[in-house]
């Protein structure tokens, strides 16, 4: 069975670049347009991994982590923060929000996919 991946970003290209490079290597896609979108789509159902923007409107990546670890459901989900965001200060707000990995656009599907396979849950 295919595991599941919420993807979250206020780009639609972004999100569909992350949806092609997971759905290639064979895992399922959720998306959501910013934190709050992305919020309202964890309806309980199994969500193995979750990668989110950090600078979106509505709700940001890093009030969405610290939302998401409040759900029961979620609260072990790892989570990848996929941004153009490098400096240390904004890393470690996301470590501390729950955050396990950082990676920083543009990247390379390859280095996305090796953090996801090390992170997803089995």
């Known amino acids: ?6 993807v979250v970003d206020d780009s639609a290209s972004v999100r569909q ?6 759905k290639g290597a064979g895992y399922d896609v959720i998306e959501g347009g910013d934190g709050k979108d992305a919020l309202g789509k964890l309806t309980g159902q ?3 991994l979750i990668i989110s ?7 940001d990546g ?5 939302e998401v670890k409040k759900l029961d459901a979620y609260k072990f ?9 490098s400096q240390e200060g904004k890393k470690q707000e996301g470590q501390m929000a729950g955050a396990k990995a950082w990676v ?15 992170l997803i849950l089995p």
């Open 46 to 48: 199994k969500v193995h």
């Open 17 to 22: 670049v992350v949806g092609i490079a997971l």
């Open 104 to 118: 920083v656009k543009p990247f390379q599907p390859a280095q996305m996919l090796a953090a996801v396979s090390k």
């Open 77 to 85: 989900t790892p989570i990848i923060m996929l941004t153009t965001e």
């Open 62 to 66: 890093i009030t969405f982590v610290k």
């Open 53 to 59: 923007d950090v600078n979106m409107p509505v709700m």
């Open 1 to 6: 069975m295919a595991k599941t991946i919420l």
